[in-house]
Structures are given as C-alpha cells and as structure tokens.
C-alpha cells in the first residue's frame, strides 16, 4: 500500500494544486462540492489543508501495523517542520500546503495538532467518554476549519468559537454514519459511557447491528450531543450583531455544517437507526442544500 501511495504522490508533483484536487474529490466528495463557494485564488490552498486533512485521517485504514503508522505521521511531522523552513518534502500535498502557506499564514501549530491527533488514534481508535472524543475532535475537525479560517484571514473569537462545535458535530455526525462500517470491522465508535448506559453489548452489535438491544438509544443520544453542538455553533452568530447569519467572508467555512444537518435530518427520519442502508447514499439534494447554504448566510 505504501509503494502505491508513494508512486501516485510522484506523479502529483508536477502538479500539485491538482493532485490535491483530485485526491479530494475521489476521497471527501462533499468537500468538493463546498470548495466552488471559496474564492478562486484561495481553492489551490483549500484543496491543499483539505487533502492533508484526508491524508491524517485515513492513515489508520491504510496501515497494516501501528509502527508503519508512526512512521507515516513523523513523515508529516517533519514534513510540516520543511514548509515552516522553506524546504517542503517533494510530496504533491506538503508542496501545495507550501504554497498555500506562502500566500496566507496558516499556523504550524494547527498543522501539529491534527498530526498529533491522528498518531494517538492510532493507539487509541475508540474513546471511553463523550468529553475524550469532543477533545479529539476539537484537534481534528475544529481545528481544520480554523486552519480554513487563517485561509480566509479571519480568527475572530465569535467565528472561531462556532467552528469549534461545528467540528465536533461533524466529528460525530461522520462516525455515526461509519458505524456500520466499524462495527462490521470491531470497532465501537460510540463512546463507551453511552453504549453502557443504553446496556448496549458492543460484541452483539459486531455481529448483529441494528438488532441489539440499546442501540437505537445510544444513536439518539450520540447524534442528539451533535444537534446540540450544531445548536451552540448557530447561536454564535446571534452576538455581535450578526442576527443569525454568517459573515458572508467566511460563510465557505461553515458550509461544512450543511452536510452535518442534513446526514443528522436523514438519521432522525429513519428513527436513529443508523444501519439503514440509504444512509450510506449521498442525498442529491446535497449540492442545491449547499449552495442554498451560502446564498442565505446559515448552514
């Protein structure tokens, strides 16, 4: 899988803007579709955080071994350290997050925490308590809007507020939708002290799914905390006088929360059942919600 990896990044390096487009739209589809509302001289940077973000996230599905994954986050690690020198590794993502970084001020702290977020999950991949997975994703998600945010020269904050419990809701919301997926792989991603206060077995939901006793209830609750943290991020923008709406300079970034609300919509409608195949299915009306999104300022 490396040598793949390795062979198809060498081809990105003669265009890395590109690579980086590609490798979003086959990886993070509905990141794509959000990148058309961000300004023209700002998407080749977009594409870039967006890629490395995609790239740290699915580092754990690609590896057959934890070292093989420390391996690859210290190859981020130092290759983070080379863009803030001026020397970025000749890899198609860290010469586009370089270029990125040329053009705006995008702070190596957060590139070193979404790195570090990720080497920890590669020991830890499920959390114990509700407050440990808000956290990660505070490092994660949050933290790649606020990188988004330095892309748009905006730190306010009000904004960067909201954008940190609209990560977590994202953060949520796309694990709810994977659970099919990791519990067929043996993976709970439902914090523990919800799956046992519902007497949710986790086993039987490995083999079971939908079938086990609690788990409905502990979908509910899981996805309510993320309507909640969708909640608190909305509410943000009815200070300052911003009476509901997003600034319309940052509103791409919170565009993200569309996808968010809709997958969330789409949960309750199938009564929490979070195995219902149609689910897994991109809604068609996603692209319109999105772009509807932006015109009205809300997401």
């Not at 690859?72 to 803030?84: E, H, L, P, T, Y």
């Not at 079971?208 to 309510?224: K, R, S």
């Not at 979070?274 to 919600?289: M, S, V």
């Amino acid at each position: 899988m490396l040598s793949t990896e390795v062979d198809k990044s060498t081809l990105g390096l003669a265009d890395p803007a590109a690579f980086c487009k590609d490798f979003v739209r086959k990886h993070d589809y509905v990141s794509y579709l959000v990148s058309h509302f961000y300004p023209k001289h700002l998407q080749n940077g977009y594409f870039a955080i967006k890629a490395f973000s995609v790239e740290l996230a699915t580092v754990q599905d690609h590896v057959s071994n934890t070292m093989i994954g420390k391996l690859r986050m210290q190859f981020w690690r130092d290759a983070v350290k080379g863009i803030s020198d001026g020397k970025p590794p000749r890899h198609p993502i860290a010469l586009a997050l370089y270029e990125a970084s040329q053009r705006s001020h995008l702070p190596a702290y957060h590139l070193k925490r979404v790195i570090d977020a990720r080497d920890a999950e590669l020991y830890t991949p499920t959390h114990l308590t509700v407050d440990s997975l808000t956290s990660h994703a505070e490092s994660t998600s949050s933290t790649v809007l606020y990188l988004l945010l330095s892309l748009l020269s905006d730190s306010s904050t009000a904004i960067s507020h909201a954008a940190s419990h609209l990560g977590a809701a994202q953060t949520f919301s796309t694990l709810l939708r994977g659970l099919p997926f990791h519990a067929k792989n043996g993976r709970m991603v439902i914090p523990a002290e919800i799956t046992a206060k519902h007497g949710v077995n986790q086993e039987e939901v490995f083999r079971q799914g939908p079938a086990v006793q609690g788990i409905e209830d502990a979908v509910f609750e899981f996805a309510t905390i993320a309507n909640d943290h969708m909640i608190t991020a909305r509410d943000m923008f009815k200070e300052e006088g911003m009476e509901g709406k997003v600034p319309a300079r940052v509103m791409p970034v919170f565009l993200s929360g569309v996808p968010v609300a809709n997958y969330l919509e789409r949960l309750e409608k199938v009564n929490f059942n979070a195995f219902e195949p149609k689910l897994q299915l991109r809604d068609w009306k996603l692209a319109w919600l999105i772009w509807r999104g932006f015109h009205k300022r809300q997401f």
